[in-house]
């Protein structure tokens, strides 16, 4: 199979039948030989409605519905697991990703042999609430991720299959794939200019909470590349610092008391001198510090899956 369209949604039961007619006419003149997954992320309209009713007619189409909400992260990863498409592409579901893109991002990957293609709607129509924190928000992720993308937001991105089927999206990285794809050794990322749609129905799911939260993720996920595998190296080092200086001022508070004794000068207790308690407390922060790193060791060695979702029905293979 040459394509395989995976689209996360929640609560757009009137964009989903036009977003399935757009996707068929976009691809009707080509050969692609192609699937379209939908993830309803735990609607609470007749989405999964449309979906079952869509199907029906079309054996191309296929579905997992979740119980509850469990985020686009958590839809992405279930579908990335039943896509069998050589290209993966994803898409939000809200008619503002064109899939007319989709024949170019795809030859990019197959005839340019790009690991990842994410889309850049260099032309928004979004208010500039929306506008002016995506940018900021952009901005920092290509300075932290050094990876030269100018839209890590964009739900329009194509990946070879091998991409999907290794990196695990959890919690909100879903904006991170890029970065998640690039720890793995997926180096040949691209930008695509695409085209923004103006929102048709409904109203957006993200809030101004999700560059706050991503900026956070964006910290999370480079401390996690970083120290997963190793992360005494960051808290038995950090310990090992903290302990030594605290213990260092210790030794120079008692070493001075010991020199006034024998040259019978006036002198404070230890207790009295608030040197000594900031140095009892560095040797105990960094105590704490190295046994943290320790028992995170522990945990890393003996992790087990992240991952459960309870799936309340699906549709296809």
Known sequence: MDISIVIPFFN????LPNLYNWIEKSLERYDFTYEIIFVDDGSTDNSWEQIEHIAKDDHKIKGIRF??????SAALFNGFQKVRGDVVITMDADL???PEEIPDMYNMIKEQDYDLISGWKKKRYDPISKRLPSKFFNFTARKVSGIPLHDFNCGLKA???EVVKSIEVYGEMHRYIPVLAKHLGFNQIGEKVVQHQKRKFGKTKFGL??????FLDLLTLSFVHR?????????GTLGTFIFILGGGMAVYILARKIYKIYHHLPMRDVVDQPLFFIALIMVIIGVQLFLAGFLAELIARNSHERHYYQIEK????
């Open 314 to 317: 699906t549709i296809g293979d």
């Open 159 to 161: 990946y070879k299959k």
């Open 12 to 15: 757009e039961a009137e964009s």
């Open 67 to 72: 119980k509850r909400n469990y985020g686009k």
């Open 96 to 98: 503002q990703d064109s």
């Open 227 to 235: 120290f997963s595998k190793k992360p005494m190296h960051l808290f």
């Open 209 to 214: 909470e999700r560059f706050i939260n991503g």
